[in-house]
């Protein structure tokens, strides 16, 4: 206990998960940007354990296009973290560099952006002993920067990315960050389309996120269907052991409607309603997909 008492601890930088993060990957990949072809807008708000007091929250909004120079994408994005003691919201700028490999495109992106975090222990949160100082739970906020990097390959039917979305740790107690790899998070994406016709197509996917705290797998399978108008699928978290069911609309060619529940087979079903995630995209397309339309 002496030696472990001189080490210096930080805490891994949280990474909220979204269930619709095929929608919104620039969540986890900054790398994603401009994959779309479009000016992409998405605005995802997520519910954890609803039905269960302070429960928290998140909420996300990205967006994206390629430029002119079809080799860049330039993308900004804007999270809001919170619950009844942690608040953290950021603001990120992302940058892509593409180019072609023979029929796949190759993407390597960078992001750095600045959050405020806050910790506030001062309302209804109170210690079993009142009488002692845990120095954990003292309240502190501030303004830092974090950045992360990633890569991306694609083409019109499979995709692959590896990312470390965040390299600094959160500052604990008045420390500074540090790159401390034995807290990054090593998330690796993948998905294949399977085009059987018009109106039947299946895409599975999974998400690996490695880091030396754990180890998190993450497998879905989506139908699209009705001439790509209707997408429905379930995805299953082994850490979180939860299932996921999705369900998305495509309203208009630029407009996606979707919604993500989630139900935990766990002690928290006993206390929570589930988890609630609504997601929002418009895109101003610039050229027309209609012969070969992005599902990823």
Known sequence: MLILAGLDVSAQFDIPRLSQYLINGMVINPAYAGSREALSMTLVDKEYLSGFTGHPRTMKFAAHTPLKNEKVALGISVENNFNPLIKNTGIYADYAYRIWLGGVRLSMGLKAGMYHYSEDFSGDFLLYDQSRTDPSFISSSGLAPNFGAGIYMYNSKFFTGLSVPYFLDFPKEGKTFNFNTGSYHYILTAGY????????????????????????????????????????????????????????????????????????????????????????????????????????
């Not at 895409?203 to 997408?231: C, E, H, R």
């Not at 996921?244 to 407009?255: D, P």
């Not at 002690?267 to 992005?294: A, C, Q, W």
């Open 193 to 296: 389309l399977f085009d059987f016709s018009e109106n039947f197509k299946l895409k599975p996917s999974t998400l690996v996120d490695y880091s030396t705290a754990n180890l998190d797998v993450q497998a879905g399978l989506n139908f699209i269907m009705f001439q790509d108008k209707v997408w429905a699928g379930a995805m299953y978290r082994t850490t979180a052991k939860a299932l996921t069911g999705l369900i998305e609309f495509q309203l208009m060619s630029s407009l996606r409607l979707g919604y993500a529940y989630d139900y935990y087979f766990t002690n928290l079903s006993k206390i929570s309603n589930g988890t609630h995630e609504i997601m929002l995209r418009y895109e101003f397309k610039f050229k027309s997909n209609v012969d070969s339309p992005i599902y990823f």
